[in-house]
């Protein structure tokens, strides 16, 4: 279905995440049918270039980032929406240009795909420059603030110039298509919900392990670690949707008040339910410290933790969080551990039988239930533990590889209006007031990361964190 038409104008639109992320899903969605014909993309950065270079750029990042099939000349139909204006963020030249692609009685997006350094001069220069009213949407990136009072202050900058109903602030976890099926299964069926509170889980794990390390992007991740890099916001976000209650409606704020009442149910996290990592040298490549070229950094490319939520649904089931650079396998996955039967009636000997809801993220996007059954065979009264498993690909069948990726339907759901997927001002510092005494915690006691090999999974310390409780980490694989 197509949206409304538009005028989408990206800041930073040479940047790495339009030509890998943003264009590409873009083109893609116009193959679909859903980007109306005369839809215009604007690209804005501060150096000159012609608007035939920059579809030239917007062509090859297509080809490289994610090309889709499509019908000979669409490629070159879809270039011919894309414009570009080297525009000063911070000074006056390029926006009158600018102003003059946009046109009336259309919805108008601005995506800033720039540092968070400037999005007051860009926020304050659409509106005095008469590019944006009142119905536009403007799009924010992570990281939003590096603490509690930087996010504040953002908020603060923003909220002079739009209201929290135009401003989209992307996490791209909310877009993945098995995040939002995580709502579907919870409050889409009958058969998990009377289930999910203290009485029945024992336990939480949510793990986003990853195979690469900083890559090229050294100097900023130095400076955040893994705590707000990938805590703060996405595995937040996954934690949000697990425990919220349910919203009376999937309408915006229904759900974000939600996420946001567990966000504040948060209890501090005491200094021996955390561990800190750092990946070693291992394989052909470098540790960390070479990396970043700090050989003295104590920032962690890996943490575990254990958090508790206290509230009446959840006080005494563990939520146990990890994620971390450098691990055995990329995989991201959210596993319910159920309680035991309260009772055996096939004997000690039957061991330990639990059931597992597993929701894979990525890759192979699914749902296993473990479910204890009888061994197959003559061998008497013996209990196995079988996956009931679904792959969504092999459920739903081959349209699911049409699936968009996050950044698509996200960009999609600014042209809609729809903030559901979006993170709130409120909710975003309510994460930040909960990681900000984490992290000064670590500073305080001068914390030293725990150095861990490569392509295993993560510190020692992170595998005792469960030990501890009588738990095991489910396996990285
Ligand atoms: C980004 C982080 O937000 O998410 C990266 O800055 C991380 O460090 C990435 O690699 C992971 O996203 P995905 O979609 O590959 O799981």
């Known amino acids: 279905i197509p949206v409304d038409s538009f005028d989408l104008v990206i800041f930073g639109g040479t940047g790495d995440l339009a ?95 720039v540092g968070p350094s400037l999005f007051g001069a860009i926020a304050e220069r659409l509106r005095d420059k008469g590019l944006a009213d009142a119905e536009s949407r403007i799009v924010v990136e992570k990281p939003f603030g590096h603490d509690l009072a930087s996010a504040k202050s953002l908020n603060a900058t923003l909220a002079q110039h739009f209201d929290e109903t135009q401003i989209y602030r992307i996490d791209h976890y909310l877009g993945k298509e098995t995040v939002q099926n995580l709502m579907a299964v919870r409050f889409g069926n009958m058969l998990f919900e009377p289930l999910w509170n203290s009485q029945y889980v024992d336990h939480i794990q949510i793990t986003v392990a990853e195979t690469v390390g900083v890559g090229g992007r050294g100097s900023y991740y130095d400076k955040s670690g893994a705590m707000r ?15 919220m209650e349910p919203p009376a409606k999937f309408d915006p704020d229904a759900v974000r008040d939600e996420k946001l009442k567990v966000i504040r149910a948060l209890d501090p996290v005491e200094p021996h339910h955390m561990v800190r990592g750092q990946y070693a040298a291992g394989g052909d490549e470098e540790g960390y410290r070479v990396h970043v070229e700090n050989e003295k950094s104590r920032t962690e490319s890996f943490v575990a933790m254990r958090v508790n939520i206290s509230n009446w649904r959840w006080a005494g089931t563990p939520f146990y969080l990890r994620t971390g650079k450098r691990l055995r396998a990329r995989t991201s996955e959210i596993a319910v551990v159920f309680k035991d039967a309260p009772h055996s009636i096939f004997g000690a ?25 009888k061994e197959p065979g003559p061998g008497g009264m013996r209990l196995v533990d079988v996956p009931l498993d679904m792959t969504f690909a092999d459920a739903l069948g081959p349209d699911t590889e049409a699936v968009p990726d996050a950044y698509e339907r996200l960009i999609m759901d600014v042209i809609r209006g729809n903030q559901t997927l979006f993170m709130r001002g409120d909710e975003v510092e309510a994460a930040w007031a909960w990681t900000d005494p984490i992290i000064e915690g670590w500073e305080a006691r001068g914390d ?26 489910r396996e990285i694989k």
């Not at 070159?76 to 009158?96: C, I, M, Q």
């Not at 890099?229 to 425990?243: E, F, G, P, T, Y």
């Not at 030293?448 to 980490?473: C, F, Q, T």
């Open 349 to 373: 000997d039957a061991g330990r039988h639990r059931n597992v809801l597993s929701i894979r993220l990525q890759p192979n996007e699914g749902m296993t239930l473990d479910v204890t059954i």
């Open 448 to 473: 030293v990361p725990k150095p861990y090999d490569p392509g295993g999974p993560g510190p020692e310390d992170s595998l005792m964190l469960l030990h501890r409780d009588g738990r095991r980490w």
């Open 19 to 113: 030509r890998r992320k943003i264009l590409p899903g873009l083109f893609r969605r116009y193959c679909a049918g859903q980007v109306p014909p005369e839809a215009k993309i604007i690209g804005a950065a501060r150096s000159e270039m012609s608007v035939e270079e920059f579809r030239e750029m917007v062509r090859a990042s297509i080809e490289e980032f994610g090309s889709t099939p499509h019908e000979p000349g669409q490629l070159s139909s879809f270039l011919e929406r894309v414009h570009y204006e080297a525009v000063d963020a911070t000074g006056d030249d390029g926006w009158e240009a600018l102003k003059s692609h946009l046109r009336d009685d259309t919805i108008r997006a601005f995506y800033f795909s």
């Open 229 to 243: 890099d990938m805590v703060q916001n996405h595995l937040m976000q996954l934690l949000c949707l697990i425990a």
